[in-house]
């Protein structure tokens, strides 16, 4: 190992040299004290093994423009419609990023609504947007040509 003395930069210690009984000299950290030295550092090994295959359903488009009408039509929160298609919270939030980008849809807000309506009004959202999936399932499949 290599330590050089620099006035700054990358990789930077302090620290000094101190003499071994054999004749070496060992490189010491120092908090306060020392000069500045630069030590070259080990690349950097990752611990786990990266996985090999991790199994990833692609989006169909059809499935796509079904969560777009759910939320435009129904205004299903973002929660309900992940646990109606089986999809993570944030694959739903960035379609609907995307289609609220593109001019598709418009922003929601409840926040002048009281607490219980907004909970009492979720629940039942949420039974209706099972129901309504369901409708949609043939038209994401393919099978159908219209959506209902």
């Given at each position: 190992?290599?330590?050089?003395?620099?006035?700054?930069?990358?990789?930077?210690?302090?620290?000094?040299?101190?003499?071994?009984?054999?004749?070496?000299?060992?490189?010491?950290?120092?908090?306060?004290?020392?000069?500045?030295?630069?030590?070259?550092?080990?690349?950097?090994?990752?611990?786990?093994?990266?996985?090999?295959?991790?199994?990833?359903?692609?989006?169909?488009?059809?499935?796509?423009?079904?969560?777009?009408?759910?939320?435009?039509?129904?205004?299903?929160?973002?929660?309900?419609?992940?646990?109606?298609?089986?999809?993570?919270?944030?694959?739903?939030?960035?379609?609907?990023?995307?289609?609220?980008?593109?001019?598709?849809?418009?922003?929601?807000?409840?926040?002048?609504?009281?607490?219980?309506?907004?909970?009492?009004?979720?629940?039942?959202?949420?039974?209706?947007?099972?129901s309504?999936?369901?409708?949609w399932?043939?038209?994401?499949?393919?099978?159908?040509?219209?959506?209902?």
């Open positions: 190992m290599t330590i050089t003395k620099v006035w700054g930069g990358a990789n930077i210690v302090r620290g000094h040299f101190r003499s071994l009984p054999n004749g070496e000299e060992k490189f010491v950290h120092s908090k306060y004290g020392g000069e500045l030295y630069a030590i070259p550092r080990d690349p950097y090994t990752r611990s786990k093994p990266y996985p090999e295959h991790i199994d990833h359903f692609k989006a169909l488009p059809r499935e796509k423009t079904a969560i777009i009408q759910l939320r435009r039509l129904g205004s299903y929160s973002i929660n309900q419609l992940s646990k109606a298609s089986g999809r993570s919270t944030s694959w739903i939030h960035k379609i609907l990023n995307d289609a609220r980008r593109l001019g598709l849809l418009r922003k929601d807000d409840n926040r002048k609504l009281p607490r219980k309506a907004i909970l009492l009004g979720a629940k039942k959202k949420l039974f209706s947007c099972f309504a999936f369901k409708l399932e043939s038209f994401i499949l393919g099978e159908g040509d219209e959506p209902p």
